[in-house]
């Protein structure tokens, strides 16, 4: 999982983890709102002037993305191949995770290609490289710099440029189908190797390549692939902004032959959604004067648009989602007699506990969205009055009227019901998140965003029910829930790491794995010397994402998201 940064927070993923690229179209977006971290960046490179290393040909560049980790770069991933051509524009849109505070080292290296050899690893292929970082990009949007060879040397004129565009959590994407039909025959003894580019213009009339489908050999009526690209890629979220469509017959050796184009808008494109169908005259400017019965060069259809709309996490509070937040805390007898000082539950009145700074941390932040702020306290692991038997996931205090007003109603039930009970055991945790789970499955069969359930555990060691808590886990991945598990004390936790999904996917004792990925595990001791907002930081970065990540899959749209007018649902992200 990735973690909100900070010195006691855990590292930090790979880079390879967390950059993906995608071959030509921009990747259905993983929608992730983090608070505390992040954005998506995607990213487009194009180069001028790279050096010829062909002796019959020009340079069949390919450029490598790298991503410093650990003081190592590692390889994101590779462009397509252009063939023959010193100037390419490449189609492949890198996709990048963009944290305010990190400093994010890029290295963008170009190489000649060698056919089915792939990209060459000795000097001669090595066409230049460039590094800056991910905040360069994303504050100067446009990055042109020069390529340099080893040893600082310029690669005579060779420059690359990156440019940078946000993924709007509220972003979406379109999904785009076209075909052609009597397109112009550019070659002898066969027929046209047609493929489409979709360039948007942009304010100051520059260009910018949104997509390259694949290449229809030997047809002049082709259907192309369908494609997705985000809203944001293909017209910046402006209906109304001009797109160039380009017909080419591909050429092996990089010298493809214009066949036409046409001009449209998205506003246009949208017509085609149903079972309607939009077409274009692939207009040859030249032929157009010289001709005087052209008429066009064929005629490129949109068999097929779709919108689909990608919601962030603040969507969905924004559209009336409650948070409701549920601690359980741990009354085994390892923890110590709270009477004594030593113990884990003494309640000092001018020192907090661990118990305490953890759900004050958490549970302060959590009930700013629950508007009723009334939270279930549960307890396991304690004999409970008048006959001192033990049961899981009881209420703290046992048999409240009514559940506890906000974080500190919670703080003075845990310190009211302490008196009362008996600390023993064992450290069953499966029957709190079993109780917290029936509850979400509730809420799931109302088919809205309405509720989403955080747990917070709080323990003392290693739970005793591992197997059927892995189970109640799994279980709970298919609900709209989160657990948070803090490990209070100086046990050995290593077998807790087990449940947080980080060095692997989690499943059942039968081998069913989870369907989200919905555990965070952290030991409270290292965050013994950190401010309280460091561990809330911490466990509470994932919630947005799994918050998205549930209700994407379940297709819940927010509850009350923004009309889809023109005005509203395409207009520039804030």
């Known amino acids: 999982m990735p973690f909100a940064h900070g010195a006691a927070c855990p590292p930090s993923r790979p880079a390879a ?30 180069c001028k002037h790279l050096l010829d290393r062909d002796t019959l040909n020009k340079s069949d560049p390919c450029v490598l993305l790298l991503m410093q980790s650990q003081g190592q770069w590692m390889e994101v991933d590779r462009s397509e191949v252009i063939k023959s051509n010193l100037n390419p524009v490449f189609a492949k849109i890198f996709t990048v995770d963009y944290y305010f505070e990190e400093v994010q080292k890029l290295r963008f290296e170009v190489y000649d290609s060698h056919g089915h050899a792939g990209v060459g690893t000795h000097d001669d292929d090595f066409l230049g490289g460039m590094e800056c970082t991910v905040g360069q990009i994303v504050a100067q949007k446009r990055v042109t710099k020069p390529l340099f060879l080893k040893y600082g040397k310029f690669a005579g004129k060779s420059t690359i440029t990156v440019i940078s565009e946000e993924i709007s959590g509220n972003n979406g994407y379109v999904e785009l189908a076209f075909r052609a039909k009597k397109l112009d025959d550019k070659d002898l003894f066969s027929k046209s190797d047609p493929f489409l580019e979709i360039y948007r213009i942009d304010d100051d009339r520059s ?29 910046s979220c402006e209906e109304k902004r001009k797109l160039r469509g380009v017909v080419w017959d591909y050429d092996s050796r990089g010298k493809h032959d214009f066949i036409g184009e046409f001009f449209t808008t998205f506003e246009e494109m949208q017509k085609a959604m149903g079972e309607n169908k939009v077409q274009w005259d692939c207009m040859n400017p030249k032929y157009k004067i010289k001709k005087r019965n052209y ?46 000082s030593c113990s884990l539950h003494y309640i000092n009145p001018y020192q907090p506990n661990e ?180 561990l809330a930081k911490c466990v509470l970065a994932e919630v947005p994402k799994q918050v998205v990540e549930y209700y994407s899959y379940k297709a819940f749209p927010p509850r009350c998201p923004q009309p889809e007018t023109p005005d509203s649902s395409l207009s520039s992200p804030q």
């Open 17 to 46: 983890h967390r950059a993906t690229a995608t071959m030509g179209e921009a990747p259905e977006p993983s929608p992730q709102a983090s608070l505390a971290v992040l954005s998506k960046v995607e990213l487009r490179v194009s």
């Open 207 to 235: 260009e910018q390549l949104v997509y390259r489908t694949e290449v229809v050999k030997n047809n002049l009526s082709p259907i192309w692939e369908p494609f997705k690209v985000s809203l944001n890629s293909l017209c």
């Open 295 to 340: 008429k066009n060069s064929g005629v490129v259809v949109l068999l097929d648009l779709k919108i689909h709309r990608v919601y962030s996490f603040l969507d969905y509070i924004m559209g009336g989602c409650q948070i409701h937040f549920t601690v359980a805390i741990d009354f085994t007898a390892s923890n110590g007699d709270p009477r004594n």
């Open 355 to 534: 118990y305490l700074k953890a759900l004050v941390a958490v549970g302060e932040i959590c009930q700013d969205y629950d508007s009723d702020k009334k939270f279930s306290a549960l307890g396991f692991g304690a004999r409970i009055p008048p006959k001192y038997e033990v049961r899981g996931a009881r209420c703290c205090p046992p048999h409240p009227s009514h559940p506890p007003a906000g974080i500190q109603g919670v703080v003075e039930s845990y310190q009211s019901c302490l008196p009362k009970i008996q600390l023993y055991g064992p450290t069953n945790v499966a029957p709190i998140i079993s109780k917290v789970a029936r509850v979400a499955a509730d809420e799931e069969r109302t088919k809205e965003a309405s509720q989403y359930f955080i747990l917070l555990i709080l323990t003392d060691g290693v739970v005793t029910d591992m197997a059927d808590t892995r189970e109640a886990i799994v279980r709970a991945s298919y609900l709209p829930m989160s657990i948070i598990i803090v490990g209070v004390g100086n046990a050995d936790f290593t077998d807790m790491q087990i449940l947080d999904g980080d060095d692997g996917i989690l499943r059942s004792p039968k081998g069913e794995p989870v369907l989200r990925d919905i555990v965070q595990f952290v030991p409270f001791r290292e965050f013994k010397n950190a401010s309280p907002t460091a």
